[in-house]
């Protein structure tokens, strides 16, 4: 199993600084990817929990694509229907070339409503958007010569193939916990990238991986691997009762990787965020954290549990 981490590229205490020394740290301690969330537009919904400064993901992407050496790169997950498609795509196949085909291209779909408007584009719509954009951007880096791809939102012709590092392009991990987002996941995606929190437990994630497989079989496709990410709290104590995954004293965490393990899952992503901004402060506190995970639950060198 390899691991990962979802890195804060936001709040107060974030920095082009800080951020340099959490990539250094997750090459440091072995961690296999680096993921970014994004948003575009910071308005009140987005502010409350991602405020300013806000680092363009794909901006930083290609910038840490300069400053580290192994770890891949990614982003947990793009909305898909911020930008345009050929756009998008120029820039996710530029930062495979930059990184030495080191990227992981994560997307959803989105859901802030204020975001969606202050950028013009149609909240109705986004989950056929997001479809149209998956499909223009895989016919732009399979394609040779001049490219056309004809959708009911996304349509243009004579737009010039994009080269990608990795063929036939970057992994693309599908974000998403609702059926719709398993459903894409199944047409579209090399893994499925949900995020298990909230309402979405170890038994509701088998309930969807089944619905995953079954869905992956009726279109002809392989199964998408399971690569989910999971909050990190390590807490002194055990918590009784009900808690989230990723969250509680070591062994429960433990318990939790191991489960997620046997449900099949290749690469977990964790995630020290849970909405208190001076997380994006206390950069040590994650650091540590992080560290114990490869202390004492991966071997990051061997990609197995310990």
Known sequence: M???ISMLNFGPGTTPDSLLRWAHVAEELGYHSLMLPDHVAVTPTIQR??????????????????QTKRVQLGNTVV????????????????????????????VGIGNAEDEFKALGVPHKRRGRLADESIEAMKALWQGEGMVDY?????????????????????PIWVGGNTPAGVKRAAKYGDAWHPILW??????????????LRA???ETGREVPKFCPRIRLEIRDEP???QREVGVGSLEQIRGDIHALAALGAEHITLDCYAGDLEVSRNHAHGWRQLAVM??????LDRETLR
């Open 49 to 66: 929990r991602s405020p300013e400064p806000f680092y363009d993901t794909f901006t930083t992407l290609a910038w840490l694509a300069g």
């Open 2 to 4: 390899k691991a990962g």
């Open 215 to 217: 869905q992956a079989a």
């Open 294 to 299: 490869a202390d004492e639950i991966f071997d």
């Open 79 to 106: 909305v898909l229907p911020y930008r345009h498609p050929i756009l998008m795509a120029r820039m996710v196949a530029n930062i495979d070339q930059f990184s030495g085909g080191r990227f992981i291209f994560g």
């Open 150 to 170: 004809h959708g009911s939102l996304v349509d243009f012709e004579q737009v010039s193939a994009i080269a990608t590092k990795q063929k036939p392009h970057p």
């Open 239 to 241: 918590i009784n009762g």
């Open 198 to 211: 909230r309402n979405m437990t170890i038994e509701a994630a088998k309930d969807s991986l089944a619905d």
